[in-house]
Structure formats: C-alpha cells, structure tokens
T-cell receptor
C-alpha cells in the first residue's frame, strides 16, 4: 500500500489568484493522478503525471489552467490558476503502484473554495 | 477517530450469487458516505452516494447508523462487476477518508 498526504487540506481563495496543492507519497511510484470532485458530481480525472515526462491532460483540462509538476517519484504538485468560483472542488491526488494497474491509493483531498 | 474499514481485501463470488461488500465507519457526526469503483485498467469513478439513495448498476447501499455500516449490495452478481471497490467518508475537515478497498472477483 501507499500512504499519501496532501497540503493544504482546505483553503478559501479569492477569484483570480492561484493555489498550489502538494501531494507526497511515502514510497516511490511511477504513476500519479490528479482528480477533481465538484459539489454533487462524480470524480473527474484532470491529468496523469509520470515522473520525467509532461503530464497528460484529460479532455476539458489544459496545462495553462492546471500546471502540474512531478520532480521525483514521491512528489507532485497541482496548481489551480486564475481561480473562479467554478473551481471550488475537492482535489485528490492518487497513485498507482508500479506494475499494478488494478489498484489506486488516494490522498485525503484538498477542499478548495473560491469566493 | 474518523475511520473507514473495509474488512475484506478480496471477495470472490459466483455469477448470479448475491454480493455484499462491507464498509464500517467511525464518525461522531452525521456521515456522508460514498462507494467508488475502479474497473480493470480504468480510472476510479463514483458508484453511489448515500445521500442520493440511488441504485447504480443494480448496487444499493444503506446507511445503518446503529451499526455504523454502509455495506454495498447486489442481489445477482455479474461478471462485469469484477473491480476494486472503495468506501469513502467525508470527514469533519471535509477531506475524504478512504477504506483500503475490496477486490471483487465474479467467477463464471
């Protein structure tokens, strides 16, 4: 298994500002993912972040809005840029242990409220 | 302490048999609970929320506050139900607390 922590756990931000969310894993993993769960909606994959390569974004998400860093095998950041109230969500980091595509481990999430 | 427990790492049942995936929680307030599913080589997706009391793909889950449980049930398992199932709780700080997951295998 993997233990994942996220910072901050929650934040309230002003429109037009940016917030960087950190995800730390207690073991080295190849694949890390960022998800969003908006109020009343299902979990949506934003992007896949593999160490040493550019993040792969899902339809509807772009790098300018959600830049991602993956500097090593235990850490990743997601930035929510130029925020608007529509960005209010829970943002989740997850990891997939190397060689096991059937299991993901999820972080506790970051609850973002944009005013 | 706020906690979600899925006691079974692996559950294997025959096609057509009833399925029950167990989830117990520890939470002092009024819980908000979810079941998520991850099919092989796919990403995690929401299966159902206790608030909506809906039935998705034949699955239901009833919140039992007396037993602090939110077990996922389906009367007749199908092969396509084989997946990882995660129970999750919204904690008092609004973060998600995840169960360890149960791998469900439906045998033909």
């Amino acid at each position: 298994s993997a233990v994942i922590s996220q910072k901050p756990s929650r934040d309230i931000c002003q429109r037009g500002t940016s917030l960087t969310i950190q995800c730390q894993v207690d073991s080295q993993v190849t694949m890390m993912f960022w998800y969003r769960q908006q109020p009343g909606q299902s979990l949506t994959l934003i992007a896949t972040a593999n160490q040493g390569s550019e993040a792969t974004y899902e339809s509807g998400f772009v790098i300018d809005k959600f830049p991602i860093s993956r500097p090593n095998l235990t850490f990743s950041t997601l930035t929510v840029s130029n925020m608007s109230p529509e960005d209010s969500s829970i943002y989740l980091c997850s990891v997939e242990p190397s060689g096991n595509t059937d299991t993901q481990y999820f972080g506790p999430g970051t609850r973002l409220t944009v005013l | 302490a706020q906690r979600v427990t899925q006691p079974e790492k692996l559950l294997s049942v025959f096609k057509g048999a009833p399925v029950e995936l167990k989830c117990n929680y520890s939470y002092s307030g009024s819980p908000e609970l979810f079941w998520y599913v991850q099919y092989s080589r796919q990403r995690l997706q929401l299966l159902l929320r206790h608030i909506s009391r809906e039935s998705i793909k034949g699955f239901t889950a009833d919140l039992n506050k007396g037993e602090t449980s939110f077990h996922l049930k389906k009367p007749f398992a199908q092969e396509e139900d084989s997946a990882m199932y995660y129970c999750a709780l919204v904690a008092s700080n609004y973060q998600l607390i995840w169960g360890a997951g149960t791998k469900l295998i439906i045998k033909p």
